[in-house]
Protein backbone atom coordinates (compact mmCIF):
# COMPACT_ATOMS: atom_id res chain seq x y z
CA UNK A 1 0.00 0.00 0.00
CA UNK A 2 3.02 2.17 1.43
CA UNK A 3 4.78 1.55 -2.01
CA UNK A 4 1.67 2.07 -4.25
CA UNK A 5 1.40 5.85 -2.82
CA UNK A 6 4.80 6.53 -3.58
CA UNK A 7 4.46 5.39 -7.30
CA UNK A 8 1.31 7.97 -7.22
CA UNK A 9 3.46 10.37 -6.04
CA UNK A 10 6.55 10.02 -8.06
CA UNK A 11 4.39 9.00 -11.24
CA UNK A 12 2.87 12.98 -10.20
CA UNK A 13 5.39 14.55 -9.99
CA UNK A 14 7.51 13.23 -13.33
CA UNK A 15 4.27 14.29 -14.92
CA UNK A 16 4.52 18.23 -13.45
CA UNK A 17 8.15 18.10 -13.96
CA UNK A 18 7.76 17.41 -17.68
CA UNK A 19 4.83 19.98 -18.08
CA UNK A 20 6.96 22.81 -16.52
CA UNK A 21 9.78 21.26 -18.57
CA UNK A 22 7.52 21.89 -21.95
CA UNK A 23 5.88 24.76 -20.08
CA UNK A 24 9.33 26.49 -19.60
CA UNK A 25 10.66 26.15 -23.10
CA UNK A 26 7.76 26.82 -24.73
CA UNK A 27 7.71 30.27 -22.63
CA UNK A 28 11.19 31.33 -23.30
CA UNK A 29 11.43 29.64 -26.70
CA UNK A 30 8.22 30.05 -28.58
CA UNK A 31 5.73 32.73 -27.12
CA UNK A 32 7.28 36.12 -28.42
CA UNK A 33 7.82 38.99 -25.95
CA UNK A 34 5.17 41.45 -25.29
CA UNK A 35 4.76 44.65 -26.09
CA UNK A 36 6.58 47.32 -23.62
CA UNK A 37 2.95 48.44 -21.83
CA UNK A 38 2.53 44.98 -20.68
CA UNK A 39 6.13 45.11 -19.39
CA UNK A 40 8.07 43.56 -22.63
CA UNK A 41 10.29 40.45 -21.49
CA UNK A 42 8.89 40.94 -17.76
CA UNK A 43 5.59 39.76 -19.27
CA UNK A 44 7.22 36.00 -18.90
CA UNK A 45 6.10 35.86 -15.47
CA UNK A 46 2.27 36.21 -16.43
CA UNK A 47 2.34 31.94 -17.50
CA UNK A 48 2.98 31.42 -14.19
CA UNK A 49 1.48 33.91 -12.26
CA UNK A 50 -1.95 33.24 -13.62
CA UNK A 51 -2.24 30.11 -13.43
CA UNK A 52 -0.77 30.45 -9.77
CA UNK A 53 -3.54 32.02 -8.80
CA UNK A 54 -5.94 29.38 -10.35
CA UNK A 55 -4.17 27.09 -8.49
CA UNK A 56 -5.15 29.36 -5.35
CA UNK A 57 -8.56 29.10 -6.78
CA UNK A 58 -8.42 25.42 -6.77
CA UNK A 59 -6.80 24.75 -3.55
CA UNK A 60 -9.49 27.20 -1.80
CA UNK A 61 -12.20 25.51 -2.93
CA UNK A 62 -10.95 22.14 -2.15
CA UNK A 63 -10.52 23.23 1.42
CA UNK A 64 -13.83 25.14 1.43
CA UNK A 65 -15.61 21.41 0.31
CA UNK A 66 -13.23 19.55 3.19
CA UNK A 67 -14.14 22.28 5.81
CA UNK A 68 -17.73 22.18 5.05
CA UNK A 69 -17.86 18.12 5.07
CA UNK A 70 -15.83 18.50 8.27
CA UNK A 71 -18.33 20.78 9.55
CA UNK A 72 -21.63 18.30 8.46
CA UNK A 73 -20.04 14.72 9.88
CA UNK A 74 -15.92 15.30 11.09
CA UNK A 75 -13.33 12.57 10.08
CA UNK A 76 -9.65 13.00 9.85
CA UNK A 77 -9.66 12.81 6.13
CA UNK A 78 -11.82 15.46 6.00
CA UNK A 79 -9.86 17.56 8.25
CA UNK A 80 -6.68 16.65 6.11
CA UNK A 81 -7.66 17.80 3.03
CA UNK A 82 -9.06 21.01 4.45
CA UNK A 83 -5.39 21.72 6.28
CA UNK A 84 -4.35 20.86 2.89
CA UNK A 85 -6.29 23.00 0.97
CA UNK A 86 -5.91 26.01 3.54
CA UNK A 87 -1.90 25.52 2.98
CA UNK A 88 -1.69 24.98 -0.93
CA UNK A 89 -3.93 28.00 -1.15
CA UNK A 90 -1.34 29.90 1.00
CA UNK A 91 1.71 28.50 -0.87
CA UNK A 92 -0.22 29.65 -4.04
CA UNK A 93 -0.77 32.85 -2.95
CA UNK A 94 2.85 33.71 -1.70
CA UNK A 95 3.54 32.72 -5.66
CA UNK A 96 1.27 34.94 -6.54
CA UNK A 97 1.80 37.62 -4.03
CA UNK A 98 5.31 37.76 -5.13
CA UNK A 99 5.50 37.18 -8.75
CA UNK A 100 2.89 39.68 -9.48
CA UNK A 101 4.91 42.56 -7.98
CA UNK A 102 7.29 41.93 -10.15
CA UNK A 103 5.70 41.97 -12.98
CA UNK A 104 3.44 45.35 -11.70
CA UNK A 105 7.18 46.72 -11.48
CA UNK A 106 7.81 46.69 -15.11
CA UNK A 107 4.15 47.17 -16.53
CA UNK A 108 2.85 49.79 -13.62
CA UNK A 109 5.92 51.18 -12.84
CA UNK A 110 5.33 50.49 -8.73
CA UNK A 111 5.60 46.92 -7.23
CA UNK A 112 2.53 47.47 -4.87
CA UNK A 113 -0.38 49.58 -5.24
CA UNK A 114 -3.67 48.95 -2.77
CA UNK A 115 -6.20 47.76 -6.26
CA UNK A 116 -9.52 46.35 -5.52
CA UNK A 117 -7.52 42.69 -6.80
CA UNK A 118 -4.22 42.88 -4.60
CA UNK A 119 -6.00 44.40 -1.59
CA UNK A 120 -9.07 41.27 -2.10
CA UNK A 121 -5.97 38.50 -2.95
CA UNK A 122 -4.26 39.63 -0.47
CA UNK A 123 -7.18 39.27 2.56
CA UNK A 124 -7.61 36.02 1.33
CA UNK A 125 -3.96 34.52 1.97
CA UNK A 126 -4.10 36.15 4.78
CA UNK A 127 -7.04 34.39 6.27
CA UNK A 128 -5.69 31.27 4.85
CA UNK A 129 -2.61 32.11 6.93
CA UNK A 130 -4.63 32.41 9.79
CA UNK A 131 -6.22 29.10 9.64
CA UNK A 132 -2.35 27.25 9.10
CA UNK A 133 -0.82 29.01 12.32
CA UNK A 134 -4.24 28.47 14.00
CA UNK A 135 -3.91 24.48 13.10
CA UNK A 136 -0.04 24.28 13.79
CA UNK A 137 -0.07 26.66 17.42
CA UNK A 138 -3.69 25.80 18.24
CA UNK A 139 -3.68 21.87 18.87
CA UNK A 140 -5.18 19.27 17.29
CA UNK A 141 -8.32 18.92 18.90
CA UNK A 142 -11.90 18.99 17.60
CA UNK A 143 -12.52 22.52 18.68
CA UNK A 144 -10.07 23.96 16.71
CA UNK A 145 -10.47 21.65 14.21
CA UNK A 146 -13.89 23.41 13.99
CA UNK A 147 -13.05 26.52 14.19
CA UNK A 148 -10.39 26.50 11.56
CA UNK A 149 -12.97 24.68 9.11
CA UNK A 150 -15.37 27.58 9.66
CA UNK A 151 -12.69 30.00 9.40
CA UNK A 152 -11.74 28.24 6.10
CA UNK A 153 -15.80 28.25 4.73
CA UNK A 154 -15.45 32.04 5.31
CA UNK A 155 -11.77 32.98 3.83
CA UNK A 156 -13.16 30.91 0.94
CA UNK A 157 -16.04 33.28 0.30
CA UNK A 158 -13.54 35.96 -0.12
CA UNK A 159 -12.45 33.90 -3.41
CA UNK A 160 -15.07 34.90 -5.48
CA UNK A 161 -14.82 38.55 -4.84
CA UNK A 162 -10.60 38.26 -5.53
CA UNK A 163 -12.13 37.14 -9.25
CA UNK A 164 -15.14 39.52 -10.25
CA UNK A 165 -13.65 42.21 -7.61
CA UNK A 166 -11.57 43.96 -11.09
CA UNK A 167 -14.37 43.96 -13.58
CA UNK A 168 -17.19 45.11 -10.90
CA UNK A 169 -14.48 48.15 -9.19
CA UNK A 170 -11.59 48.43 -12.30
CA UNK A 171 -8.57 49.09 -10.67
CA UNK A 172 -5.14 48.96 -12.64
CA UNK A 173 -4.90 44.72 -12.55
CA UNK A 174 -5.98 44.00 -16.24
CA UNK A 175 -9.14 41.55 -16.81
CA UNK A 176 -6.36 39.64 -18.77
CA UNK A 177 -8.43 36.27 -20.12
CA UNK A 178 -11.67 37.36 -21.03
CA UNK A 179 -11.06 41.43 -22.02
CA UNK A 180 -7.53 40.62 -23.51
CA UNK A 181 -5.88 42.96 -21.39
CA UNK A 182 -2.80 41.17 -20.29
CA UNK A 183 -1.20 41.04 -23.43
CA UNK A 184 -2.37 38.06 -25.24
CA UNK A 185 -1.66 39.38 -28.15
CA UNK A 186 -0.09 36.44 -30.32
CA UNK A 187 -1.72 33.20 -30.65
CA UNK A 188 1.75 31.25 -28.94
CA UNK A 189 1.15 33.40 -25.73
CA UNK A 190 -2.44 31.84 -25.64
CA UNK A 191 -0.77 28.28 -25.86
CA UNK A 192 1.83 29.11 -23.26
CA UNK A 193 -0.50 30.29 -21.05
CA UNK A 194 -2.73 27.01 -21.81
CA UNK A 195 0.03 24.87 -21.06
CA UNK A 196 1.18 27.20 -17.59
CA UNK A 197 -2.83 25.91 -16.65
CA UNK A 198 -1.85 22.20 -17.32
CA UNK A 199 1.35 22.57 -15.38
CA UNK A 200 -0.34 24.16 -12.56
CA UNK A 201 -3.18 21.73 -12.31
CA UNK A 202 -0.70 18.55 -12.12
CA UNK A 203 1.57 20.57 -9.58
CA UNK A 204 -1.62 21.44 -7.10
CA UNK A 205 -2.54 18.11 -7.29
CA UNK A 206 0.69 17.02 -6.41
CA UNK A 207 0.86 19.72 -3.47
CA UNK A 208 -2.76 18.55 -2.03
CA UNK A 209 -2.45 15.28 -2.32
CA UNK A 210 0.84 14.98 -1.01
CA UNK A 211 -0.12 17.78 1.94
CA UNK A 212 -3.52 15.63 2.63
CA UNK A 213 -1.06 12.63 3.18
CA UNK A 214 1.41 14.35 5.32
CA UNK A 215 -2.00 15.31 7.56
CA UNK A 216 -3.27 11.66 7.54
CA UNK A 217 -0.21 10.80 9.00
CA UNK A 218 0.28 13.31 11.93
CA UNK A 219 -3.29 12.06 12.72
CA UNK A 220 -2.28 8.30 12.54
CA UNK A 221 0.69 9.03 14.71
CA UNK A 222 -1.33 11.21 17.39
CA UNK A 223 -3.28 8.20 17.64
CA UNK A 224 -0.74 5.92 17.87
CA UNK A 225 1.03 7.86 20.71
CA UNK A 226 -2.11 7.98 22.85
CA UNK A 227 -3.03 4.46 22.12
CA UNK A 228 0.42 3.78 23.03
CA UNK A 229 0.68 5.89 26.31
CA UNK A 230 -2.62 3.85 27.78
CA UNK A 231 -0.68 0.08 26.99
CA UNK A 232 2.00 2.08 29.04
CA UNK A 233 4.31 2.15 26.15
CA UNK A 234 5.39 5.73 27.03
CA UNK A 235 8.78 5.15 25.92
CA UNK A 236 7.71 4.24 22.79
CA UNK A 237 5.74 6.88 22.34
CA UNK B 1 4.85 55.87 -18.71
CA UNK B 2 3.32 58.25 -16.20
CA UNK B 3 0.82 60.37 -17.70
CA UNK B 4 -2.04 58.09 -18.71
CA UNK B 5 -3.16 57.18 -15.36
CA UNK B 6 -5.08 60.99 -15.01
CA UNK B 7 -7.02 60.33 -18.12
CA UNK B 8 -8.07 56.58 -17.70
CA UNK B 9 -11.37 55.05 -17.23
CA UNK B 10 -11.93 52.34 -14.74
CA UNK B 11 -13.40 50.28 -17.35
CA UNK B 12 -10.32 51.23 -19.92
CA UNK B 13 -7.55 50.31 -16.95
CA UNK B 14 -9.30 46.90 -16.10
CA UNK B 15 -8.69 45.83 -20.13
CA UNK B 16 -5.10 47.11 -20.49
CA UNK B 17 -1.78 48.02 -18.30
CA UNK B 18 -1.71 51.58 -17.27
CA UNK B 19 1.04 53.00 -15.37
CA UNK B 20 0.67 54.01 -11.47
CA UNK B 21 0.74 57.63 -11.11
CA UNK B 22 4.10 58.74 -9.41
CA UNK B 23 5.08 54.74 -10.31
CA UNK B 24 8.69 54.75 -12.17
CA UNK B 25 9.46 51.62 -14.56
CA UNK B 26 13.81 51.70 -13.66
CA UNK B 27 14.16 48.32 -13.19
CA UNK B 28 15.40 46.00 -15.61
CA UNK B 29 12.80 43.29 -17.29
CA UNK B 30 15.84 40.41 -17.34
CA UNK B 31 16.50 40.99 -13.47
CA UNK B 32 12.44 41.15 -12.40
CA UNK B 33 12.01 37.81 -14.88
CA UNK B 34 15.08 35.93 -13.31
CA UNK B 35 14.26 36.88 -9.78
CA UNK B 36 10.49 36.16 -10.32
CA UNK B 37 11.50 32.58 -11.38
CA UNK B 38 14.25 32.08 -8.49
CA UNK B 39 11.37 32.99 -5.53
CA UNK B 40 8.76 30.73 -6.91
CA UNK B 41 11.11 28.06 -7.95
CA UNK B 42 13.10 28.46 -4.16
CA UNK B 43 9.06 28.58 -2.54
CA UNK B 44 7.79 25.45 -4.63
CA UNK B 45 10.65 23.49 -4.15
CA UNK B 46 11.07 24.35 -0.52
CA UNK B 47 7.18 23.63 0.09
CA UNK B 48 7.56 20.48 -1.95
CA UNK B 49 10.95 19.29 0.25
CA UNK B 50 10.08 19.97 3.29
CA UNK B 51 6.55 18.27 2.96
CA UNK B 52 7.89 15.23 1.84
CA UNK B 53 10.87 14.96 4.17
CA UNK B 54 8.46 15.47 7.35
CA UNK B 55 6.21 12.54 5.80
CA UNK B 56 9.41 10.45 5.67
CA UNK B 57 10.36 11.15 9.06
CA UNK B 58 6.46 10.28 10.64
CA UNK B 59 6.35 7.83 8.32
CA UNK B 60 9.41 6.28 10.45
CA UNK B 61 7.87 7.19 13.59
CA UNK B 62 4.57 5.33 12.75
CA UNK B 63 6.55 1.96 11.88
CA UNK B 64 8.93 2.16 15.15
CA UNK B 65 5.15 2.85 17.06
CA UNK B 66 3.40 0.08 15.10
CA UNK B 67 6.41 -2.35 16.05
CA UNK B 68 6.84 -1.35 19.60
CA UNK B 69 3.30 -1.94 19.73
CA UNK B 70 3.13 -5.57 18.25
CA UNK B 71 6.04 -6.44 20.49
CA UNK B 72 3.90 -4.77 23.50
CA UNK B 73 1.08 -6.95 22.55
CA UNK B 74 3.08 -10.04 22.57
CA UNK B 75 5.44 -10.22 25.40
CA UNK B 76 3.53 -8.05 28.05
CA UNK B 77 3.66 -4.21 28.76
CA UNK B 78 6.43 -2.66 30.29
CA UNK B 79 6.30 -1.60 33.68
Not at chain 1, 87 to 98: I, R, S
Amino acid sequence: MQSRKDLVFYGLLGLTLIAFAVLIGFVFLVAPEAQPQAGGLAQKIFYFHVPAAYAMYVSGAVCFGASALYLAGPSDARDAWAKSGAECAVAFGMLVLTSGPLWAKKAWGVYWTWDPRLTTLLLSVLIYAAVVVLRVFGGGGDAERRFAAALSVLGTVNLPIVHYSVKKWGGNHPTVITQGGGGLSHPDMKTALLLGFVAMTLLVALLLWSRARLALAESRLAALQEQAAAEGLEEAA
Amino acid sequence: MQTSTQTAAPSDRSTAFVPVEGGQETTSAEALLITAYIVMWALLLGFLGLGYRRQSRMETRIGELERAMTRGGTSGRTP
